[in-house]
Each structure stands twice: as C-alpha cells, then as structure tokens.
C-alpha cells in the first residue's frame, strides 16, 4: 500500500501545453509539499501546504499552482509548458510542519517537455 | 542564504572497502539534518536524522554523525546493494519545515 503516490509516472507533452499532476498520501499527515529534481539532480522545494493552506511559496513561476482539495491531496499544475520545465517533480508528505518532521517521497513525475 | 555542500559527487568502492561522504552546511539556525537515499527512478528514502552536534545513528553499514558544520556518513563493508544516491538535506529555521537538499554522492560498489 503505497504512503505517498503521484499520477502519471510519465508525462511527455509539447510547449505550450498544460497539464496536471496528481499526488495523494495516505499517512494521515498535515503537511504535503512539492519538489522538482533538475538535471543535475538538485532536489528544490516548490510549495508546502498545511491543511489545505499554502504554507511554503518558493520563486515559481506563476505558471505552476498548486491545489489542495483536503490535506490528503495537493496536486500541481502547470500552465504553457516550457522546455525548461523538464525535470522530475516528487510530492513529499509530513506529519506536521511544527517538529523537524521526516518528509516521506512519493516516486517521481517524469515530465518531458518537446 | 542555507547551503548544503556534498562531496564527493561521485565515488566508486569495491565491495567491503569502508568509505565516509560527506555534507557540509551553512544555515540560520540547523533545526535537523536529515540523509536519505535515492535509488534511479524512485524518490528519497529516509535514513537518518540528526539534531545537534556530536550526535550518531547507525542502521546496518551505515553510521551517520553531526558536527557544527557537516557531517558524515559512513558506509562499512559496503555491498553492492549500497548503491544509490545520498542526499543530505537541513532543515532551516525558516517557517514551513522548509528541507534545503544538497547536490548529492552516487555510490557505486563493485563486487
């Protein structure tokens, strides 16, 4: 039974394009956050929610928003793709963001941009 | 501005040859200091936290210390399984449990 899981695995898509990642946890924790692996494999935090509130804004796009339905979901979509935005994008969960909490990693969204 | 410096970013072992990695940081007020590990195609998987300085955990072959500035991981009679990539990451006192991740070390062994 997977703790943290993200859909689709896989996303190949041409500029300009939008699309949508999901991510759902299992685990019971408040807080959900999104990351993006570059190239160079540099983990960088995008945005943290607590609660369905937006916690953590990191210098994003406004291209990029987040959206959390309730606290077990956060996903992340992304509007007129760019090259640039290839990269692996993980959802990490936590139990609070009060305590130096462990993040739990779902497997990675490999976005490729054409 | 928090940094997390790792090195080497590579290294190659032959198997049961012991070796340390290593994270260096510079931040604001450390509130953890966390290593996890990456296999190709999956996301970090926890290893260890540390919160102050002269700390160690340990789990199978791998000891994990903290000083004020860095710390170690170190891997004894390493397996081929021992492969992956190690990151290390703090947690700053910024607001929000904010992890700052460094660049990572890919660890091969060779049996």
């Known amino acids: 039974d997977t703790a943290v899981s993200q859909t689709p695995k896989y996303l190949v898509t041409q500029m300009g394009n939008d699309k949508s990642i999901k991510c759902e946890q299992n ?8 990351y993006k692996q570059d190239s160079k494999k540099f983990l960088k935090i995008m945005f943290s929610y607590n609660n369905k509130e937006l916690i953590i804004n990191e210098t994003v796009p406004n291209r990029f928003s987040p959206k959390s339905p309730d606290k077990a979901h956060l996903n992340l979509h992304i509007n007129s793709l760019e090259l ?7 959802c990490a969960s ?19 941009v054409l | 501005e928090d940094q997390v410096t790792q090195s080497p970013e590579a290294l190659r072992l032959q198997e049961g040859e012991s070796s340390s990695l290593n994270c260096s940081y510079t931040v604001s007020g450390l509130r953890g200091l966390f290593w996890y590990r990456q296999d190709p195609g999956k996301g970090p998987e926890f290893l260890f936290t540390l919160y102050s300085a002269g700390e160690e955990k340990e789990k199978e072959r791998l000891k994990a210390t903290l000083t004020k500035k860095e710390s170690f991981l170190h891997i004894t009679a390493p397996k081929p399984e021992d492969s992956a990539t190690y990151l290390c990451a703090v947690l700053t006192m910024e607001y929000g449990n904010k992890l700052v991740f460094g660049a990572g070390t890919i660890l091969r062994v060779k049996s």
């Open chain 1, 27 to 34: 685990l019971g924790h408040d807080t959900m956050y999104w």
């Open chain 1, 94 to 112: 936590s139990p609070s963001i009060r305590l130096a909490n462990i993040q739990y990693f779902g497997a990675g969204t490999r976005l490729s």
């Open chain 1, 84 to 90: 640039g935005d290839s990269a692996v994008y993980f």
